[in-house]
């Protein structure tokens, strides 16, 4: 490691010996990507040269279910702009931090101006360089380096700024390969979930897909709206900042960003609100189990079904929930009626276009659906809760390694813990 350039003449706090500080300039090359040619457009069907872009980016992981293309032709005029295995890239304006380690399936794509590539690395392990950069102090270091108050910006001369921690190049390794372990067990669980996800919305095409609305139905069946089946359609509100002056958050306060496209309710980062503001000013919207959650503003059509640990929450005016009359019959009906490309497609056509996108609770109300009869409904529903009680106990899995390795990274990264002690 003698190569690594310390640029600090001390540390800037206690490192284990052998470990140095340095910044990403002397370790890596950071390179932009390319906007497309004036005139040029992306495609939608699959060509040789996807192209990635910061909408492709969920979480940390390149979202290869919306990947648009480039043809053969645009992409001779931006060639020299590709990614390749195991690059690491950050997202620099706009949505600024985002990180994504290149797997094989994208080799060779093309990258958006909007992100910069890591390449050329000198004494850094790709796979540790990633890790870094999502942990806490990766991005605390991409959040010093932004600058622009209207539009954020990484610079390139900010990645080269960014500071590093690096142990000895095994130790890297041996520190990427425990956090790729936990992802690798957390990648198989949510490949499960997608399955059972999908085995769910095929039994209910199957059993509720080939009746229309104004078909003749079975005997029991009728038409009628969503409003029929609740207790209760309502929505959150925001406290104001003079109400949460030296009070102690507690209680979990959901917004649309805490739902997963997934359905799932991400719990490792949520905002806390006071007790005292929760009983009262926000007690119309306290959140019980099995309420479905569903986001009327913003990034609208998110769903996600309140689980036992968020019982006792609230949430933000972005997200309605729906309290149905009847949970053990019609909880997993309405959830994946609510999913159903149908239904999404009727929601976003009562949008309004305002100073932020949104959908009323009225509309949500007034949405007709076929209510089955409760014979019909129970004997779906010993199909497809199996399907759900093995989707919830996949999804804690997935939360206790994600926050396990959450944890973990930090101390890892900074030589609280080490390889040797685990």
Not at 9 to 33: A, H, M
Not at 49 to 60: E, K, L
Not at 334 to 361: F, P, R, Y
């Amino acid at each position: 490691m003698s190569e690594v350039k310390n640029i600090y003449t001390e540390p800037s706090r206690s490192i284990p010996d052998g470990w140095v500080e340095t910044t990403l300039g002397e370790i890596c090359n950071p390179k932009g990507g390319k906007r497309l040619p004036k005139g040029m457009t992306l495609v939608n069907y699959k060509t040789n040269h996807p192209y990635i872009r910061i909408t492709d980016f969920n979480g940390n992981q390149i979202n290869k279910n919306q990947l648009q293309y480039v043809t053969d032709d645009i992409f001779k005029h931006i060639s020299r702009y590709i990614v390749n295995e195991n690059d690491v890239v950050i997202t620099i304006v706009g949505t600024v931090g985002l990180v994504a380690q290149i797997d094989r399936e994208l080799d060779k794509a093309s990258l958006t101006e909007n992100c910069t590539k890591l390449v050329d690395l000198k004494n850094v392990d790709h796979s540790y360089l990633y890790y870094f950069l999502i942990s806490k102090n990766g991005q605390d270091e991409i959040v010093k380096n932004t600058v622009g108050a209207v539009q954020k910006k990484l610079p390139i001369y900010g990645v080269q700024n960014i500071n590093i921690t690096l142990p000895t190049i095994p130790e890297q390794k041996s520190i990427a390969d425990i956090l790729i372990a936990f992802d690798n067990k957390i990648e198989l669980l949510q490949a499960q979930n997608k399955t059972l996800e999908e085995t769910a919305q095929t039994i209910f095409a199957e059993w509720f897909g080939k009746y229309q609305i104004e078909d003749e139905l079975p005997d029991g069946w009728r038409v009628g709206k969503l409003g029929d089946l609740v207790i209760k359609i309502s929505k959150g509100t925001t406290p104001t900042k003079n109400d949460l002056i030296g009070l102690r958050g507690e209680v979990p306060f959901l917004k649309v960003k805490d739902i997963s496209n997934d359905g799932l309710i991400l719990k490792n980062n949520l905002e806390l609100i006071p007790k005292i503001i929760h009983e009262n000013q926000l007690k119309r919207s306290i959140l019980e189990t099995d309420d479905v959650l569903f986001s009327i503003a913003g990034t609208i059509g998110r769903i996600a079904i309140v689980d036992l640990e968020m019982n006792n929450s609230n949430c933000n005016q972005a997200l309605a929930f729906i309290r149905l009359k009847d949970k053990h019959s019609f909880l997993e009906y309405i959830h994946l009626w609510l999913k159903s490309k149908e239904t999404q497609d009727v929601i976003i056509s009562n949008i309004v276009q305002g100073v932020q996108a949104n959908v009323s609770l009225t509309v949500l109300s007034n949405l007709l659906l076929l209510i089955p009869s409760l014979e019909s409904i129970n004997n779906w529903c010993n199909l497809i809760k199996p399907i759900y009680q093995k989707y919830q106990t996949n999804t804690k899995q997935i939360q206790t390694l994600t926050k396990t390795r959450d944890e973990l990274l930090p101390r890892l990264m900074s030589g609280e813990v080490r390889v040797s002690e685990l």
